[in-house]
């Protein structure tokens, strides 16, 4: 079944739900919104329109997509979907957890980048107000999951890296959408640690790649001296930042 | 007590006048007693005077040079008759000083070396008004009810400044606060400045969003000739919009999100009405225009006008003609929030239609638009058969109506009679009668029973009782 009309309107980086609905082959269409995060019903971004259907964050567009009687997984049995699913509460938390504190609660982080990019689409009093308060709640919140207090070199440590499966997956569309956003935002050198660990794992990079050529149709260098390709719409605000670091004296931060 | 001696008025002494006879005359009035029998008044003028001297017994921190500029005219009084017009004005002018509980006059003859054969010394007894004053009540509204807790600090340094606060936590958890600081400038144009602080949530389910306000509102208010008035104002608020259910139509929801909205306002209002609520003559006259885009990301030219008309027919018997209208201009390429458009529709507008319910709606949200106008012809008459003649019954009128209106966008690529045509073709009216009744001295409720005449696609109306109570109607 094709959906003729499939409407996305995304803010930050949503590579989760676009990767998921290119592997299912689905049309839509790119909208940045400023105020995407305040359209969004429930208060998260990235969502899809289709119709007079409004579906915010990935896993409810996952329910949406299988409703019209398209699916990923329908060859996987329930075992192995109740696996998946486990696996992508842990990405979903750990890996989506450790992004949300790299960019707000990791200073450099917050002041070179978050700060002005999430500020940067309000006039004056607000891009200096709304990234405050943003950080608030997100401390707040990873306050409760027991993060806030901890330092970047512990919180990297404690993020698991799962390898991805054969054949693909929701999963897959999950843990494409954060590892490409961890590898290409441009984050100040010293604190990319994350992104480093995920450099010294090959089969996450490969990964990356692989779903890079398949369904985008290009190929992201993620090693040293990477400059990010810009393909996509969402790309173009993006200033290509030098991530060569010192690969190896993170690799043995792995495992 | 603040003594004021008479300056040396020259002029006056000269020609005809009688004295007084026999023993001096004293008068004292209690507030609401302007009125002298015609026989009296003759008398009156014909009696020589010159008031000597005036005093204020009373005052505590007020500052004498404030209150000396209120009771100055009295002074200027010829004759008997017109110190006591004089000592009124001037006791009305204090009383609107705010700094007083009350005001009491006492004029008496003047007696010690200095007084002249005529002489008058008024004495106006006042009582200042206690340091903070503050309540707490409820409120119920049209959303919710909520606790309000208020504080009053009159007369701060003694030359009319006051900060009051009004803070009110709703069942909805919603709260609002309002803290204003006004100080009368000295001048002839009797200006007052006035600047507040205040955080209001409002909620629009006719139109599918709730709104959050914080802002300053810095106000300069002064009279130019009788009774006109204008507010130069500046405000700056930030306001939260966000969607008031899931089901809020998407163009509203295109909308939500925060936004900073800088405007200039000049408010010039006419007011020779003799009531604010069933006045029997005059004309109320408004018109604002408001200019946004002083930084924030708002921007529009906004200018409203309403004309209200009041003649009393025969006795009791009032017609009261309205004209409101109102265009909005997209002058910069800032974005025009829905919060910024003209609706149409309700009980206080357009009766006989849903709140809002006039104009294009998506998913039963008003949208609102660019250009409005709306009409308004009234007949009050005391109800039926004088139920509570000259008492309660005072407070009710029966009223018949008819009310016109339209509104919608104005495109000015296109050419200026196809925009009139818009406003002129799709008009939607409505009559009925109802039972209106005043609320304080402010506010009014009605209930009417109304029936819409002509109806667009795409309004709402609500044929039938509707029930509206509010301070402005059309």
């Known amino acids: ?255 | 007590m603040l003594k004021i001696k008479h300056r040396e008025l020259s002029a006056v002494q000269d020609g005809a006048r009688s004295s007084l006879q026999g023993e001096p005359e004293m008068c004292s009035m209690k507030p609401g007693s302007a009125e002298m029998p015609k026989f009296r008044k003759s008398i009156l003028q014909g009696v020589a005077a010159r008031v000597d001297k005036i005093s204020i017994d009373g005052l505590g921190r007020t500052k004498d040079d404030f209150v000396k500029e209120q009771v100055q005219d009295v002074f200027k009084a010829r004759n008997f008759e017109e110190v006591i017009k004089k000592a009124h004005e001037a006791r009305r002018k204090l009383d609107n000083l705010g700094c007083f509980r009350s005001v009491g006059i006492f004029i008496d003859t003047s007696r010690g070396i200095n007084s002249t054969r005529d002489g008058l010394e008024v004495i106006f007894h006042v009582k200042e008004q206690k340091r903070i004053v503050g309540g707490v009540n409820t409120m119920v509204g049209s959303n919710e009810g909520s606790l309000v807790v208020g504080l009053k600090l009159p007369n701060l340094a003694g030359r009319g400044e006051k900060i009051s606060a009004q803070y009110s936590y709703g069942s909805r958890r919603t709260c609002n606060f309002d803290v204003t600081f006004s100080k009368p400038l000295r001048g002839s144009l009797s200006p007052l400045f006035t600047t507040s602080i205040f955080q209001h949530a409002s909620e629009w389910p006719s139109s599918g969003y709730k709104m959050l306000e914080n802002g300053l509102l810095l106000d300069l208010s002064f009279f130019s000739g009788q009774n006109i008035r204008h507010n130069l104002q500046w405000e700056g608020a930030y306001r939260d919009l966000s969607c008031l259910s899931r089901s809020s139509s998407f163009q509203v929801r295109e909308q939500s999100g925060p936004n900073i909205k800088s405007s200039v306002r000049h408010i010039l209002s006419l007011d020779h009405r003799d009531t604010c609520i069933f006045p029997t003559r005059g004309i109320l006259f408004q018109l604002t225009t408001e200019f946004a885009g002083l930084g924030g990301n708002v921007g529009f030219l906004k200018n409203e006008a309403l004309l209200q008309s009041n003649l009393q027919v025969i006795r009791d018997v009032v017609v009261q003609g309205s004209l409101q209208a109102g265009l909005l201009n997209r002058v910069t390429d800032k974005a025009v929030n829905i919060c910024d458009n003209f609706f149409l529709g309700g009980p206080l507008s357009i009766r006989g239609f849903q709140f809002r319910g006039v104009g294009t709606h998506a998913d039963g949200n008003a949208l609102g638009s660019d250009a409005y106008w709306a009409a308004g012809l009234h007949l009050f008459t005391p109800l039926p058969f004088r139920p509570g003649k000259g008492g309660f019954g005072e407070f009710f009128r029966s009223h018949f109506f008819l009310n016109a209106g339209s509104i919608g966008n104005v495109n000015y690529a296109d050419d200026f009679p196809h925009n009139v045509k818009e406003l002129t073709q799709g008009i939607r009216s409505s009559y009925g009668f109802g039972v209106a009744l005043r609320l304080g001295s402010m506010a009014r409720v009605e209930l009417n029973y109304c029936v819409p005449l002509l109806v667009q696609k795409g309004d709402l109306a609500s044929p039938g009782i509707q029930f509206g109570i509010g301070v402005n109607f059309l």
């Open chain 1, 1 to 255: 079944m094709k959906l003729s009309k499939f409407f996305c309107q995304i803010m930050q980086i949503a590579w989760l739900s676009k990767s998921y609905l290119k592997m299912c082959d689905l049309n839509f269409e790119v909208e940045q919104r400023y105020n995407a995060e305040n359209m969004s019903p429930s208060g998260r971004v990235p969502f899809i329109k289709c119709g007079a259907f409004l579906i915010s964050e990935l896993d409810p567009i996952i329910s949406f997509v299988n409703n019209k009687g398209i699916s990923l997984v329908d060859k996987l049995d329930s075992s192995d979907k109740a696996d998946m699913r486990a696996y992508m509460s842990l990405v979903n938390t750990v890996l989506g957890s450790a992004e949300m504190y790299i960019c707000w609660c990791d200073k450099t982080c917050y002041n070179e980048v978050t700060k002005p990019r999430y500020g940067s689409v309000y006039p004056w009093p607000l891009n200096r107000y709304l990234p405050y308060q943003k950080k608030q709640q997100v401390v707040k919140k990873l306050a409760v999951l027991g993060w806030s207090q901890k330092s970047l070199d512990e919180v990297i440590t404690i993020v698991p890296l799962p390898s991805p499966v054969p054949r693909p997956s929701d999963i897959d569309a999950l843990l494409y959408g954060h590892l490409y956003t961890i590898l290409t935002s441009p984050i100040p050198q010293i604190n990319d640690k994350l992104a480093n660990i995920i450099r010294g794992h090959e089969p996450l990079i490969k990964f990356v790649k692989h779903m890079d050529r398949k369904f985008f149709g290009r190929t992201t260098e993620v090693s040293k001296e990477y400059v990010p390709l810009v393909t996509e719409e969402a790309d173009l605000n993006r200033t290509p930042l030098d991530h060569a670091t010192d690969q190896q004296s993170t690799r043995g931060a792995l495992f």
